[in-house]
Structures are given as C-alpha cells and as structure tokens.
C-alpha cells in the first residue's frame, strides 16, 4: 500500500509543478514575462501563493520547467549511451535519440522559445539551467574516460552550445524543417573538434 500512495503523492506533486508551468507559459504569452506575476501564476493554476513557493523559486524557473525536464532527458539518455561509444557519438546519439523520442513540436514549447529568446531574464534562468546540466555532463563525461576535466568540461559546455545555438536556428528556418536535421548539423560542425 505504501508503494502506491508514494506514487500517487508523485504524480500529484508532478501534475501541480506541471499546471504551474502551463499556467506560467500561458500567461507570460498572453501578458508577457515582465508582467506575470508569482501570484497570477498560483492563481490560474489554483494553487496558493507557498504552495507555487514549495515547487518553484521564482516565475521564470516555473516557466522553463519544461527545459529542466528536457535537459534531464537528455542527460539519462546520454547515460543510456554504451560505454564503448567515443563521449561525443554519446552525446550526439543522446540528442538525436531524444528528438526522436519527443517527436513533433509542442507548440507551447517553441512559444517558450521565442519567449526566452525576447526575454533577458529567461534567458539568465536559462543559462542557469544550462550551467546545472554542464556540470551533471562534465561528470559523465569524466565517467566515461575523459581524465583532463578541463576538456571534459570544454566537451560539454561545446555540446550545449551547439544544442542551443541548433534550436535558435532552427526557429529562424522554414517551416517544417526538422529540429533534428538542425541538430545534427551543428553537432556535425562542433564535433570535429571532440570527436
């Protein structure tokens, strides 16, 4: 009984930090990022103001929740990786494995784009993001055989780089052109470097 209700709490919390950030992205959409508050959040999401507290630090982590849940998707996918594999086929594989993995694009996701693209404080608490996942990769990276750390962490940070630079382009190309082809070409071109 015990294993079930631990699960159910889960899912809870899981659904309530999932409103919250739907909430966040739709009324920073509709008002801006600048103009949403912590409060307007808790409230479409009809939750109180500490129960926002409890799962979120401010409205621009609830509102790139969905990047810190990517990102840990593909960290576990670059640990799925075999061992065998150089650390940058891992990491290419990894990225190209979760596009797959996520298919087409949620439209909300590429509003959150655009929205972190426009916005100098998303863009900060994504860095910050981005920073937690270096370290996280530098330590699998180190794992997997790279003993010199600096170019364990030149691996990674040239990796993210790559990826966010990947999704910046690809908002610019013609529709229907797909994330994955955009990934591959800048992990193509940063490779050659870690390969």
Request: proline residues 4%; aromatic residues 4%.
């Amino acid at each position: 009984m015990k294993a079930v209700s631990t699960g159910l709490r889960e899912r809870k919390k899981s659904a309530t930090r999932q409103a919250l950030h739907e909430a966040a992205v739709a009324l920073a959409v509709e008002h801006g990022p600048e103009r949403v508050t912590v409060e307007a959040i808790a409230d479409a999401a009809d939750v109180s103001r500490r129960t926002f507290s409890n799962y979120f630090a401010s409205k621009e982590e609830a509102l790139l929740h969905g990047d810190r849940l990517r990102m840990q998707l593909l960290l576990d996918a670059v640990r799925a990786r075999p061992a065998t594999e150089t650390p940058w086929i891992a990491l290419t594989a990894a990225a190209l494995e979760l596009d797959r993995r996520l298919g087409a694009r949620d439209p909300k996701w590429v509003t959150q784009v655009r929205l972190v693209r426009r916005h100098p404080t998303l863009a900060a608490q994504q860095a910050s993001t981005y920073s937690a996942l270096e370290d996280d990769l530098t330590a699998e990276l180190t794992a997997r055989g790279v003993t010199d750390p600096m170019r364990a962490r030149l691996t990674a940070a040239a990796f993210l780089a790559a990826i966010r630079v990947a999704v910046q382009a690809w908002l610019d190309r013609p529709a229907g052109t797909p994330l994955g082809d955009v990934v591959r070409e800048a992990l193509d071109a940063t490779g050659a470097a870690f390969a």
